[in-house]
């Protein structure tokens, strides 16, 4: 090339760098407010993905109701199936309601090393109502949140109601409905608030480091001390320990609905672990949610295969009923720490959740501790394991975290039998003993769940080792 020809290339690319500087910062410029709206897009992106997440979630937890619902419906006698859907019902309602009343203060407006607020009602905050009222100047406020307020309100309280359905399935056929009922106010409003209110409320327990990410201990162990507390005061049922010492078999009255119930769980357990991951507006988010969902997944199922293999040498026969439990306690377990990267410790922690839970069975029944749908070794024994097995995998310190279940153990437990004591002695806590035999669809609610059945009175109902010789 030519020295004329190489100067006029020169300056033509010159000139064209000058033109394409020109040309990018015009544009720049031009699309400089294109950019921050979508920067503020991209905020509204993630504050509709954590409240959408919080709801969704949210309402699959909700689900969990209908799961508990069919279990326990299915595990009781037909002569007091009708009376489980009412209490179910029921507890779902007044958790919702003391828990906007004054749970939700006490457990995270303002907490200090034991208790939040004691204040009554909660609300959207200011900014969410003036943006509502028409004032677009405050959505900036709103979406720097993170989430709408009353998303996170209802993805909290639904939790509440998990807790309250434990011990109605532990309790079920021979406590009064009213009792239960006034007994789960004051676990929904007060007990479980105050035990949140040290761990997720950023209380004493999360001070010292204590870890449960999505409630082994906070939710399962707290609805089993709950459970076992008013198993102590109710006693057991007529006629399940005989005078001989052995065990009256009560199997389940319909194993499909008790099977659908464990699905629904299962399926509800989702959002009970992936929900609590409480953001999914990041890809890291994104992904610890899937692990969780899958980790979850994994221990349930190692729950199941584990009481499926070790039943007959436990039990003495391949007992489905401890099965669907393994289920159940495989993701109780998994529950304090679904968020581990490593899933093959899921599997293992599952594993141990389900075994213990069949242990539990039979150390209940040489204590002659009555319970329904085996809530307390599922939910108890599982949850403090659970909470312990933290340590393996998902960054527990073993000490913390036994002084946080030795800490909510022991107030769940006494604050639960100290108001089970209390509604003894002013309302009672059980049924008669005809109307148990007869049973609480007809004699309290007068509506049978199976009409077409004729119920017929259980003589060995009357072999108790409590009656007189």
Request: aromatic share 12%.
């Amino acid at each position: 090339m030519s020295t004329h020809r190489i100067r006029w290339f020169r300056r033509l690319t010159a000139g064209r760098n000058l033109a394409s500087i020109a040309l990018l910062s015009g544009a720049s410029l031009l699309l400089a407010p294109a950019a921050l709206a979508a920067q503020d897009g991209i905020g509204d992106l993630g504050f509709v993905l954590n409240t959408y997440s919080f709801l969704v979630w949210g309402v699959l937890v909700m689900w969990m109701c209908a799961g508990f619902t069919m279990l326990e419906a299915g595990s009781v006698r037909s002569k007091s199936a009708s009376m489980i859907c009412m209490k179910n019902i029921g507890l779902y309602a007044i958790a919702g309601l003391t828990y906007y009343v004054i749970g939700y203060n006490l457990m995270y407006v303002d907490v200090g090393d034991l208790i939040g607020r004691i204040g009554f009602l909660y609300g959207p905050s200011a900014d969410e109502v003036a943006l509502l009222g028409g004032n677009e100047g405050a959505a900036a406020a709103v979406t720097e949140n993170g989430y709408a307020v009353m998303s996170d309100w209802f993805f909290q309280m639904v939790f509440v109601a998990t807790t309250a359905s434990i011990v109605s399935g532990a309790l079920a056929e021979r406590v009064k409905l009213w009792t239960f009922f006034v007994f789960v106010a004051g676990l929904t409003a007060i007990i479980y608030p105050i035990v949140g209110a040290w761990t997720w409320g950023g209380g004493w327990l999360a001070q010292l480091g204590f870890t449960d990410f999505a409630g082994s201990t906070i939710v399962h162990s707290t609805g089993g001390w709950a459970a076992l507390a008013g198993a102590l005061v109710v006693g057991p049922r007529w006629g399940k320990f005989k005078r001989d010492g052995s065990v009256k078999l009560t199997p389940p009255s319909n194993i499909p609905a008790v099977t659908l119930g464990v699905f629904i769980l299962w399926m509800g357990w989702f959002g009970f672990n992936g929900g609590s991951e409480l953001a999914l507006s990041g890809v890291a988010n994104a992904v610890a949610m899937s692990n969780i969902l899958v980790n979850t997944n994994l221990a349930a199922a190692a729950g199941v295969i584990t009481a499926l293999c070790l039943s007959r040498p436990l039990l003495g026969r391949v007992d489905l009923f401890a099965t669907l439990n393994g289920a159940i306690s495989g993701m109780v377990a998994i529950t304090a720490g679904p968020n581990i990267t490593n899933s093959l410790w899921a599997i293992l922690i599952g594993a141990v959740g389900s075994f213990l839970c069949m242990i539990g069975l039979k150390v209940l029944e040489v204590r002659r501790i009555d319970d329904v749908v085996g809530a307390v070794p599922a939910h108890l024994f599982a949850g403090v394991w659970g909470t312990l097995a933290t340590c393996i995998a998902a960054g527990g310190d073993f000490w913390v975290q036994l002084a946080g279940v030795a800490a909510v153990g022991a107030f769940a437990f006494s604050t639960s039998w100290i108001l089970w004591m209390v509604l003894d002695r002013a309302m009672g806590v059980r049924v008669s003993r005809s109307v148990e035999s007869i049973g609480q669809d007809a004699a309290e609610l007068g509506l049978d769940a199976y009409p077409e059945f004729v119920l017929m009175v259980d003589p060995d109902d009357d072999n108790d080792f409590r009656d007189a010789d």
